[in-house]
C-alpha cells in the first residue's frame, strides 16, 4: 500500500479541518512531547520516552505500511499557508489481511485535541476510506476494543457509528483487563452512493 494516503476531513462550524497523513521522522519529537502525557501512557502499550523511541515507532509505522497490515495515520489540523502544527493524535487501521473480511481501528488522541471532537471525526474519515479502499469483497466489519474503564474511546466509538457488540474478558497478556468490542460493518452498496 502506497503511504502517501492523505486524509482531509472539513471544518464544521465548531471545528477546524483536520489531516490524516502517514507518520514522518520529522514528527518524532512531538511524539516524545505527546507521550508525556500520563493519561495518554495508561491507554497505550508504546513506549516512547525520548527522541530515539519516537523515531523506532515511527519507523515501525512505516514498515508496517510497506508491509500492507498496519495503517497508522497522524492527525493534524489542517491549516493551509499555516506553519504545520503539532499532531493531535493518532489513528490507525490494525489486524489488516488482504482480501480479510475483518480489520481493527485505534486511535489516540493528545491532551490539547481531547473534547473537542478529533477523534470521531478523525475516525469517520478512517473508516471511509478502509472500506473503499479494502473492499468490495474484502473487508466487510471494523472492530474497536477499549478498556471497560475507557468511557472516553466508548464515547468515541457511539459516536463513529461503531455498536457496542459485547463485553470482552481479559486475555492477558495481548489483552489484559476487560474491555468494550465495538463494529461496524462495511455499508450495502446502495447506501454508499
Given at each position: 500500500m502506497n503511504n502517501t494516503v492523505v486524509l482531509h476531513v472539513d471544518a464544521t462550524a465548531s471545528a477546524p479541518a483536520l489531516l490524516l497523513?502517514?507518520?514522518?521522522?520529522?514528527?518524532?519529537?512531538?511524539?516524545?512531547?505527546?507521550?508525556?502525557?500520563?493519561?495518554?501512557?495508561?491507554?497505550?502499550?508504546?513506549?516512547?520516552?525520548?527522541?530515539?523511541?519516537?523515531?523506532?515507532?515511527?519507523?515501525?509505522?512505516?514498515?508496517?505500511?510497506?508491509?500492507?497490515?498496519?495503517?497508522?495515520?497522524?492527525?493534524?489540523?489542517?491549516?493551509?499557508?499555516?506553519?504545520?502544527?503539532?499532531?493531535?493524535?493518532?489513528?490507525?487501521?490494525?489486524r489488516v489481511t488482504p482480501g480479510g473480511p475483518t480489520a481493527e481501528v485505534g486511535y489516540w488522541t493528545a491532551a490539547p485535541a481531547r473534547g473537542r471532537g478529533v477523534a470521531p471525526r478523525a475516525l469517520e474519515a478512517l473508516t471511509g476510506w478502509a472500506f473503499d479502499t479494502l473492499g468490495p469483497g474484502g473487508l466487510q466489519r471494523l472492530e474497536l476494543l477499549h478498556q471497560l474503564d475507557n468511557t472516553a474511546s466508548c464515547r468515541v466509538a457511539e459516536k463513529s457509528g461503531y455498536a457496542f457488540e459485547r463485553v470482552l474478558t481479559a486475555a492477558p497478556p495481548a489483552y489484559p483487563l476487560t474491555g468494550h468490542l465495538h463494529i461496524r460493518l462495511r455499508p450495502a452498496p446502495e447506501q454508499l452512493r
Amino acid at each position: 500500500m502506497n503511504n502517501t494516503v492523505v486524509l482531509h476531513v472539513d471544518a464544521t462550524a465548531s471545528a477546524p479541518a483536520l489531516l490524516l497523513r502517514p507518520w514522518r521522522n520529522e514528527d518524532a519529537p512531538a511524539l516524545v512531547e505527546v507521550y508525556r502525557d500520563p493519561v495518554l501512557r495508561r491507554w497505550t502499550t508504546s513506549v516512547v520516552d525520548d527522541e530515539a523511541d519516537a523515531l523506532r515507532w515511527v519507523d515501525a509505522q512505516q514498515e508496517a505500511w510497506a508491509a500492507g497490515n498496519r495503517f497508522s495515520f497522524a492527525v493534524l489540523e489542517a491549516r493551509p499557508g499555516a506553519e504545520p502544527e503539532p499532531p493531535l493524535g493518532n489513528l490507525v487501521l490494525k489486524r489488516v489481511t488482504p482480501g480479510g473480511p475483518t480489520a481493527e481501528v485505534g486511535y489516540w488522541t493528545a491532551a490539547p485535541a481531547r473534547g473537542r471532537g478529533v477523534a470521531p471525526r478523525a475516525l469517520e474519515a478512517l473508516t471511509g476510506w478502509a472500506f473503499d479502499t479494502l473492499g468490495p469483497g474484502g473487508l466487510q466489519r471494523l472492530e474497536l476494543l477499549h478498556q471497560l474503564d475507557n468511557t472516553a474511546s466508548c464515547r468515541v466509538a457511539e459516536k463513529s457509528g461503531y455498536a457496542f457488540e459485547r463485553v470482552l474478558t481479559a486475555a492477558p497478556p495481548a489483552y489484559p483487563l476487560t474491555g468494550h468490542l465495538h463494529i461496524r460493518l462495511r455499508p450495502a452498496p446502495e447506501q454508499l452512493r
